[in-house]
């Protein structure tokens, strides 16, 4: 069965410093990826995808991952980080885009200034 | 464009009720999918349909079902609930084969 792993319920960086929030996945076929946010009563926000083509992906507010299916991890990270990024964040996998995503349990940000 | 919309956005009931909550997907979209947000079990995929019909279905029970018409909108029923149906209850659409795009969510308060 398909899951998807955070590690980490809680990562805590000082602001400017470097953002790196875990995700591995476990499937027999390489699944659609993605990385979404959630602000406090709010739905989710999905800052970047990963389909096919290239492993390293960019998304919104300076935001990327990198895809390595020898290590089934999708690890989002973001060079800088701002006080504005603190919020929980979501891994979740899927044998299509469109349906039925598995996702990890979250990881809650904190910046710190 | 406007994105996906659900109403209400609170919603409190009692044990032993039912609810119906609303789904508007974003113009364009006909697949909408449903999900429960909770402390505990985390995000859990309910179900998903697609021009009007059940397309993916999540492993819950039967008291949860849901239907969509025409439009595309959706509308999710939950029956004789319990405690434990309190969440966060998410719906997001999209073309069918591609990126799912959420709603802020209703929440639900069961007494």
């Known amino acids: 069965a398909q899951s998807v792993t955070q590690l980490g319920s809680h990562v805590s960086v000082s602001e400017g410093a470097l953002v790196l929030l875990r995700c591995n996945y476990s499937?027999?076929?390489?699944?659609?990826l993605f990385w979404y946010v959630q602000y406090p009563n709010q739905g989710l926000q999905l800052l970047l995808k990963?389909?096919?083509?290239?492993?390293l992906v960019k998304g919104i507010n300076g935001f990327e991952a990198e895809f390595k299916k020898s290590e089934t991890s999708f690890h989002l990270t973001k060079p800088s980080a701002h006080m504005s990024d603190a919020a929980e964040y979501f891994c979740?996998?899927?044998?299509?885009?469109?349906?039925?995503?598995?996702f990890g349990k979250g990881t809650t940000l904190s910046v710190s200034s | 464009k406007a994105g996906v919309t659900q109403t209400p956005r609170y919603l409190i009931k009692t044990r032993g009720q039912q609810v119906t909550l609303s789904c508007s997907p974003i113009s364009g979209h006909r697949s909408v999918s449903w999900y429960q947000q909770t402390p505990g079990q985390g995000l859990q995929f309910l179900f998903e349909y697609f021009s009007e019909t059940q397309r993916n279905k999540g492993n819950f029970p039967g008291r949860f079902s849901g239907r969509q018409f025409s439009n595309s909108r959706s509308e999710m029923n939950v029956s004789t609930l319990e405690l434990g149906d309190s969440a966060l209850y998410l719906c997001?659409?999209?073309?069918?084969?591609?990126?799912?795009?959420f709603g802020p969510g209703t929440r639900l308060t069961v007494l």
């Open positions: 499937s027999s076929v390489p699944p659609y």
């Open positions: 990963y389909t096919t083509g290239a492993t």
């Open positions: 979740a996998a899927g044998v299509q885009a469109g349906t039925a995503l598995i």
């Open positions: 997001a659409s999209s073309r069918g084969t591609d990126t799912q795009y």
